[in-house]
């Protein structure tokens, strides 16, 4: 079974500072990654995902993450955060079946960042 | 284009009691699942169903029904409420091969 651990809970930042939100993963085979993000009392919006290819992969708000294999690591960056950025991300796999998920994901506990004036 | 759409957004309950979160989207996703969002232990998949009339379990699946009659929806019955079944529920419908997953706004539950 594959598992996700978000090495911080919370993440506290001042504005325009950057920021890394960590990820790291364990599964005997490969996997598909996913960043989502979620606002108070709102659904998850996808940030970014790594299906193949390019280890680095861009996504929405400015956001990028890194998959590094050897280090079964899937972190999220941005150079330049805003108060706007102000939420929880979630980092999550999914073991394709044929390059098909299904739709099934296991995610990580979340981190809550927090982006300070 | 209205997504997912979770109907009720809050609901509390008694111990016992039974009721039904229902889920629809309206983009002719192939692939829908629940999921249950508790606080530090991220979302867990509840169901999950590739298509009409076929569903399957997830990892936290017990006290929990699901069906699929359409491909639109997809509603999850919880059969006798328990106190460990408070939670936030989201439901998610997903394309290219499930991997760009659409989630619901979610649907407050507290069971006393």
């Known amino acids: 079974a594959q598992s996700v651990t978000q090495l911080d809970s919370q993440v506290p930042v001042f504005e325009e500072a950057p920021v890394e939100l960590r990820c790291n993963y364990s599964?005997?085979?490969?996997?598909?990654l996913f960043w989502y993000v979620q606002y108070p009392n709102q659904g998850l919006q996808l940030l970014l995902k790594?299906?193949?290819?390019?280890?680095l992969v861009k996504g929405i708000n400015g956001f990028e993450a890194e998959f590094n294999k050897s280090q079964t690591s899937f972190h999220l960056r941005k150079p330049s955060v805003h108060i706007s950025d102000t939420a929880e991300y979630f980092c999550?796999?999914?073991?394709?079946?044929?390059?098909?998920?299904?739709?099934?994901?296991?995610f990580g506990q979340g981190t809550i960042l927090t982006v300070h004036p | 284009n209205a997504g997912v759409t979770q109907t009720p957004k809050f609901q509390v309950l008694k111990t016992g009691q039974s009721m039904t979160l229902q889920c629809a989207q309206d983009?002719?996703?192939?692939?829908m699942s629940w999921y249950r969002q508790d606080p530090g232990m991220g979302l867990r998949l509840i169901h999950y169903?590739?298509?009409?009339?076929?569903?399957d379990q997830g990892e936290v699946p017990n006290g929990y029904n699901v069906s699929r009659s359409t491909t639109e929806d997809f509603p999850l019955r919880l059969l006798s409420a328990a106190p460990s079944q408070t939670s936030v529920y989201f439901c998610?419908?997903?394309?290219?091969?499930?991997?760009?997953?659409?989630f619901g706004e979610g649907s407050w539950l507290t069971v006393v």
């Open positions: 998610a419908s997903s394309q290219d091969g499930g991997n760009t997953i659409y």
């Open positions: 599964s005997s085979v490969s996997v598909y």
């Open positions: 790594y299906l193949s290819g390019s280890t």
């Open positions: 999550a796999v999914s073991v394709p079946a044929g390059g098909t998920s299904y739709g099934k994901l296991t």
């Open positions: 983009m002719n996703h192939e692939y």
């Open positions: 169903s590739v298509g009409a009339g076929i569903t």
